[in-house]
């Protein structure tokens, strides 16, 4: 028999008090831990990645999710005295987001070419609830791209704040007839001697990239890259529906920020669109802010693509939260209007200002249960992307974590069992 959950007299609560004030007086302040602390947030809301549970506690020992369980085993359970014990007070507690579509933030870009930028979008992005990314390329020059390759690379370990995960290369093998704001000279045919040269560059660490099913030797390249466990995703692609079904073939089975930059829905021919809505095994990204996609049709797509097959990205550029002027992006300079970052050359759009939370957010408002856009936000890029043990709160998995108000401001972000920021 189920009663109401037991609660400690007000006589006994500085017994569960104490661990946090001795945590306290060992240097565990707000927003310091270090990986090997016991950490335990409690009497929150637990999105899982999976399920929601209401008034439950999150364990995390040693840089691990240790356990998940109940406000009330969390009032019969006892921990070291060196434990950090925090209070959610009903917020949210979720996997950390992962964003596996990103350029750059608060100022620093891939386009920098510096290891140095990678770490700084590290650091700010880790105060926005984001744990993991994946740093991602434009087209450019072959000694950039390498360049920028690298500098991906060379951060890795070395993070302050979200972890690198990958270098994410959306291009060069891309469509002319579907550019978006991609730079025309940089733009190539499919040449495998300079994937064999990105790869050796990215010494194992290129997680995804995006391309045309439609070019010339895809087959080639998408073989070429399953072999090396890069995920495929067809973008910014002018492919007819004949050309999506041979890249599914070919294993290319995930597509870049749907809608946007692909062959539209024609009733001869779906092409990109109509291909990614027809078939349940191609999954796709979806950038939410509201302007890049109308919020109706995130709605008719949510309608037809389970949960499990949408990845929330940000796309968002290098001034995304800088707040001096002038704004840069992929070396030109844009404006911010109406929440886009506009090419200031000839007004067209250069792409998004969104973080994860923000967006995340809107995708709720739009109708999505918060326990699915935790979902599409944490552990679909873990899973899509072969990540690892993330994105779920489960014993056994990294202890990456965010916990974020009912009015979605980020409250703490953990990486690795380290605070990047706590508010609690």
Known sequence: MQGKPWRLSRSLEWLFALPKAIAASYGYKRGKSTPMSTICIH????????????????????????????????????????????????????PGFIDSHIHGFSGFGTEDLSTEAILEMSKELGRFGVTAFCPTIYPMSEEDMLASVRACVGAIGKENGARVMGVHLEGPFISQARLGVQRAEYVRPVDLDFMDRLCVAGNGFITNMTVAPELKGMRELALYCIKRGIVLQAGHTDATYENMLEGMQAGILHSTHFFNAMSRLHHRDPGAVGAIMIHSELSCEIIADGKHVHPDLIRLLMR???????????????PTEQHNCPLFANREEVELLDGLFMRKSDGVIAGSSLTMIRGLQNIVSWGVAVENAVEMASSNPARILGLGKRGLLVPGYEADVVVFGQDYRILASIVGGRFVKNEL
């Open 304 to 318: 037809d693509k389970p949960p499990s097959k949408v990845v929330l990205v940000t796309d968002s550029l290098k």
């Open 43 to 94: 009497n929150g809301t637990i999105l899982a990645g999976y399920a929601r549970m209401e008034h439950c506690a999150i364990l995390i020992e040693d840089g691990l999710i240790t356990d998940v369980f109940s406000e009330r085993r969390f009032e019969q359970k006892r921990f070291p005295s060196d434990a950090i014990i925090l209070d959610a007070e009903d917020a949210f507690i979720a």
